[in-house]
Nanobody, 124 residues
Framework: QVQLVESGGGLVQAGGSLRLSCAAS????????MAWYRQTPGKQRELVAA???????NYADSVKGRFTISRDNARNAVYLQMNSLKPEDTAVYYC??????????????????WGRGTQVTVSS
C-alpha cells in the first residue's frame, strides 16, 4: 500500500517560518497532484496549496505571498515553506496525494491518500 508521512510541524512565534515535508512510500508508479490541507477544531479541512504533476500551483488566498509549495518527484515528496506565520495559521496540516501504485492484489490502482497530519502552532 502507500503511506504519506509528514514532518516539520512545531511551535513558532508569529512572523517566524516553518518548512513542512511529506514523503510518499510504497509501490508507487507515479503521483499526480500533491497538496497540503489544514484543519482546526470544529472547522472543515481546507486546501492550503496544491501542485499538479505538470507544475501548476494553486494557493488559498489566505496564504498567497507567504507560503510556497514545491515537489521533488524523484523522492515522491512535497514541501510547504511557510513564512510570516500568523496565529490564524495554527492548525493540523495534512499531506494529500493522488497516487498510482501497485496494490496488494497486484493491480495497478489510483487512489487519493492522506497523511496523519502534523501540528503547527503559531504564538502571538
Amino acid at each position: 500500500q502507500v503511506q504519506l508521512v509528514e514532518s516539520g510541524g512545531g511551535l513558532v512565534q508569529a512572523g517566524g517560518s516553518l518548512r513542512l515535508s511529506c514523503a510518499a512510500s510504497g509501490s508507487i508508479f507515479g503521483i499526480n497532484s500533491m497538496a497540503w490541507y489544514r484543519q482546526t477544531p470544529g472547522k472543515q479541512r481546507e486546501l492550503v496549496a496544491a501542485m499538479a504533476s505538470g507544475g501548476s500551483i494553486n494557493y488559498a488566498d489566505s496564504v498567497k505571498g507567504r507560503f510556497t509549495i514545491s515537489r521533488d518527484n524523484a523522492r515522491n515528496a512535497v514541501y510547504l515553506q511557510m513564512n510570516s506565520l500568523k496565529p490564524e495559521d495554527t492548525a493540523v496540516y495534512y499531506c494529500n496525494a493522488d497516487v498510482e501504485y501497485l496494490s496488494r492484489d497486484s493491480a495497478r490502482r489510483s487512489t487519493n491518500f492522506w497523511g496523519r497530519g502534523t501540528q503547527v502552532t503559531v504564538s502571538s
